[in-house]
């Protein structure tokens, strides 16, 4: 089945610093990728959502400086958390759709930040 | 109101038994409708998809009721490997993100 490869699965960084969360799909070509993220015993929340070339649509109350998104490829999508602070800990996931018949979502395995 | 609400659990549970969850959901648009399982730090994944005529896999039941808009899980002769998050999700028609309930704990124990 379809696979979205994401890294790191984990990551401690200081504060001030970015960090850079990689989705691949494997073996299929990704048109969407929506970010999520979720903060401990709350439910998942959109962030964002990118479209292969296009500029992401940023959900209200996320701030598309701070959350930066690219989706150069059909295969790539990349989110980055600039100038992270503690309060930007939290499980980030991202989830892939190939925007064909039926709309199958792929997620990938989620990368767990924290900013100390 | 949030988009889709769930039971607030936690569900603590014996081997064996059966439970129920439910959830509504508040866009009259949602076209898809799925039960997603989550285990502690870990992506959630799909358990079932829900249709309006109801579906079965295995112990695993799934009801949607269009008119009320609710979603029910039910899951039969529980087993410790049941213990996860279980996520009521939706989806509007179109290439939409999934909307994702904040999720109900089911613990199972021996």
């Known amino acids: 089945g379809a696979v979205v490869s994401q890294h790191p699965s984990r990551v401690i960084c200081k504060s001030g610093t970015s960090v850079k969360i990689e989705c691949r799909s494997l073996d299929f070509q990704a048109t969407t990728m929506f970010w999520y993220r979720q903060f401990p015993k709350q439910s998942l929340m959109l962030m964002a959502t990118s479209n292969e070339g296009s500029k992401a649509t940023y959900e209200q109350g996320v701030e598309k400086d701070k959350f930066l998104i690219n989706h150069a490829s059909l295969t790539l999508s990349t989110l980055t958390v600039t100038s992270a602070h503690p309060e930007d800990s939290s499980f980030y996931i991202c989830s892939a759709s190939t925007g064909g018949a039926g709309y199958g979502y792929t997620f990938g395995s989620g990368t767990r930040l924290t900013v100390v | 109101r949030k988009e889709v609400e769930q039971d607030p659990g936690p569900f603590n549970v014996p081997e064996g038994a059966t439970v129920a969850f439910n959830c509504t959901y508040s866009n009259s648009a949602s076209q898809s409708f799925f039960w997603y399982r989550q285990d502690c730090r870990k992506e959630p994944k799909l358990l079932m998809s829900?249709?309006?005529s109801g579906n079965e896999d295995g112990r695993f039941t799934a009801q949607l009721n269009r008119a009320s808009q609710y979603i029910s899980l039910l899951i039969r002769d529980s087993k410790l490997s049941d213990s996860a998050t279980y996520l009521c999700v939706v989806n509007a028609p179109g290439n939409t993100p999934l909307v994702f309930g904040k999720g109900t704990r089911l613990s199972v124990i021996a």
């Open positions: 829900v249709y309006s």
